[in-house]
């Protein structure tokens, strides 16, 4: 797969339900961000783990990475409508590359 | 709380027009970002940008594509002679030094149309 590689590409889930996307990427990295997409806006930061990190809770949001895999996964519990959006995994990889962003995941919460 | 501005909104141009793309990077920030967004595709890095000059660039950013700092505020990306595929979302984006490098603060995008 892609650097920054997400999966499922599209999810669909009752409101209140929880949600975990994936994100699986190849070379070493200083660290892995999410970001959360409204249709057609812009990007907004939403969590960083760094690669000595395994996990790390922001509000709803838990991060955890194994940098042994490679992967990365979100979850976002009890989702509500307005999380709807599509969610990127961005890498920063560690030998001078800048971010390499997936290609994301669709989230839709149905109310 | 801070954020970066991008302007125009939307902008529509015919093929082989130049465009610029203007962008206020968060105040206290010292590296700048573009990057694309083609419909329904991922977010591609375009350039990165340091103390006044190009730190990084990728192979999509070619010899049509600029980027300057004209002054304290702004950050602008030029194209030169637009292509049909150059339509996308274009999004700045700023970070601050040390470990403030590591979060990128990206804009509300300029989508271009190019017909």
């Known amino acids: 797969s892609q650097q920054g590689e997400e999966d499922p590409q599209a999810l669909s889930i009752q409101e209140g339900e929880n949600a975990t996307m994936n994100c699986s990427y190849k070379t070493s990295i200083n660290n892995l961000q999410w970001y959360r997409q409204n249709s057609g806006r812009g990007l907004v930061h939403l969590i960083l783990i760094r690669s000595n990190e395994r996990e790390k809770h922001s509000g709803r949001l838990r991060v955890t990475l194994d940098t042994s895999k490679k992967s990365s996964s979100l979850l976002i519990t009890a989702s509500r409508a307005a999380d709807t959006a599509s969610y990127f995994c961005?890498?920063?990889?560690?030998?001078?590359?800048?971010?390499?962003f997936g290609p994301g995941t669709r989230l839709s919460v149905l109310p | 709380e801070p954020e970066v501005t991008q302007t125009p909104s939307h902008q529509v141009t015919q093929m082989g027009q130049e465009v610029i793309l203007r962008c206020v990077p968060i105040s206290n920030h010292l590296y700048f970002y573009w990057y694309r967004q083609i419909l329904g595709q991922k977010v591609e890095f375009l350039v990165s940008f340091y103390n006044n000059e190009i730190s990084e660039k990728s192979e999509i950013f070619d010899d049509q594509f600029s980027v300057e700092r004209p002054d304290g505020s702004n950050f602008t990306l030029k194209i030169r002679s637009t292509k049909l595929e150059d339509s996308a979302m274009y999004f700045c984006?700023?970070?601050?030094?040390?470990?403030?490098?590591?979060?990128?603060?990206f804009g509300p995008g300029t989508r271009l149309l190019v017909l």
């Open positions: 961005a890498t920063d990889p560690a030998y001078g590359q800048n971010f390499v």
């Open positions: 984006a700023s970070s601050g030094s040390g470990q403030n490098q590591e979060t990128q603060y």
